[in-house]
Structure formats: C-alpha cells, structure tokens
C-alpha cells in the first residue's frame, strides 16, 4: 500500500518540478524579451504548439508577450493544482513525521511559485518597456527615414539643376568652338585665296625671270663677240703699227 501511495505522490512532484522548470524557462524568455532586441511579428499557429524554450528568441510585440503571459498563467494555474493535490496527499499521510515533511515540501513549492511570480511581473515590466523603447526607436528611425528622403530628393533636385547647367555651359562652349571653327575656316579660305594669289604672282615673276635669263644670255654673247672683235681690232692696230716701224726703221728688209 505505501508503494503504490508512493506513485502519486512521486507523480505530482514530478509534475510540481516541471510546470516549476517551464515557469522559469517562460520568465526567462520575458526577461530576454526586455534586451535590445527588434521586434518581431507574432507567432502563427503552428509556433503556438511548441514548447516554452522555443519562444525565446521571440522579444515581442506586445501581441506575443500577452501570449505568452496566458501560457505561463496556464502553467501556474495547474502548479498551483498540483500543490493543493500534494497537501491533500500530505494531510491524507498516517505518519506524523511523512505528513510534516511533505507539508513543508509543500510550502517551499510554494514560495518558488512566489519567488516566480515576483520575478515574472519584474520581466514583464521590463519587456513592456523595452517594447515600447523599440517602438519609439522605431517611430524615429522612420521620421529619420522620411527626413534622408526629403534630404535626398532635395539632393537629387540639385543635382539635377547642377547638371542642367552644366549641360548649359557645355552647349555653350560646343557654340563657341563651332563659331571659333567658322573663323578658322573663315581664315583658311582667305589664306588659301592668298597662297592662289601668291602663286599667280611666283608664276608671273617666273616669267620674267625666264624672260631676264635670255636677255642676260643675250648680252653675254654680245659681251663676248666685242670682247673678241676689240681683240681682232687692237691685233689689227699693233701688226700696222709693226709694219709702219718695220718700213721705217728697216727700208732694206
């Protein structure tokens, strides 16, 4: 009879022991959700079937905090269950001595239960907090974000004017390169017309350069047939000259 009074008992506090562990784990995960973590969108339902420990990883929003509230006061709803049922097993003992002991195991259960309670509501008023510090942050990284696209587009704004005149002062230096290029060539045609000219007049000068060449040649022939007819004429003179002396001097030769 004692061993098979023993199974429920043994029963219970194995069942005292778990909802006590998946309190824990469940105030741990409150206590996680207080961090500096995002905030995510709420389980589905298939994530509402998994165990405590699994959850933990998820800080909020306050959807799943308050889901999360209901599994744990669930939890401790059947502790308290199994506690009543462990003091009824506790006062049902015939010794004294079983009955004390289970009583005061008893009573600590229960003030671990308190102790989880305490420190759950402390997890909960800082997961609150730190949701909605997360929910301004978030409220302000949006206003930023909104303010770098009014920023940007202003920028895009200048950019764009900056180009437009860029583009402006391009087209107009491409109108005075075309203008200085209409005077270059303004210029090459004039110059072109001077080298025509130049050459009509070195094609003319070349004629009369032609032209003094012959008479140069011309008078160098005439210079050269008085040369040789002063000679002839001055050999004329001395053989005369020769021959008049020769008689004078000499009548006898």
Request: some cysteine; charged content about 25%; glycine content about 4%.
């Amino acid at each position: 009879m004692a061993a098979a009074a023993s199974v429920p008992l043994r029963v219970c506090n194995q069942e005292i022991v778990r909802f006590d562990l998946e309190i824990k784990a469940a105030v741990q995960v409150t206590a996680a959700a207080a961090g500096p973590a995002a905030l995510r969108p709420p389980p589905g339902p298939a994530d509402r079937a998994v165990a405590l420990q699994d959850i933990r990883d998820c800080p909020g929003p306050l959807s799943a905090l308050t889901e999360l509230n209901a599994a744990v006061k669930e939890k401790f709803q059947q502790l308290r269950g199994r506690l009543q049922e462990l003091e009824q097993m506790a006062k049902e003992q015939d010794k004294e001595s079983e009955k004390q002991a289970l009583l005061q195991e008893v009573e600590n259960h229960k003030k671990q239960m308190l102790s989880n309670q305490a420190a759950w509501r402390k997890a909960n008023l800082a997961c609150k907090i730190a949701i909605d510090n997360s929910e301004k942050d978030q409220l302000l990284q949006g206003r930023d974000t909104l303010r770098q696209r009014k920023t940007t587009k202003e920028s895009l704004a200048e950019s764009a004017s900056n180009i437009t005149e860029s583009l402006m002062g391009i087209s107009r230096m491409m109108s005075q390169q075309v203008q200085q290029s209409e005077e270059t060539v303004q210029t090459l045609a004039n110059s072109s017309r001077t080298i025509l000219e130049a050459n009509e007049e070195f094609k003319s000068m070349s004629g009369t350069i032609q032209l003094g060449r012959k008479l140069i040649t011309k008078y160098n022939r005439r210079e050269l047939t008085d040369k040789l007819l002063i000679f002839l004429a001055l050999a004329l003179f001395l053989a005369t000259v020769l021959y008049i002396l020769k008689k004078r001097l000499f009548p006898f030769l």
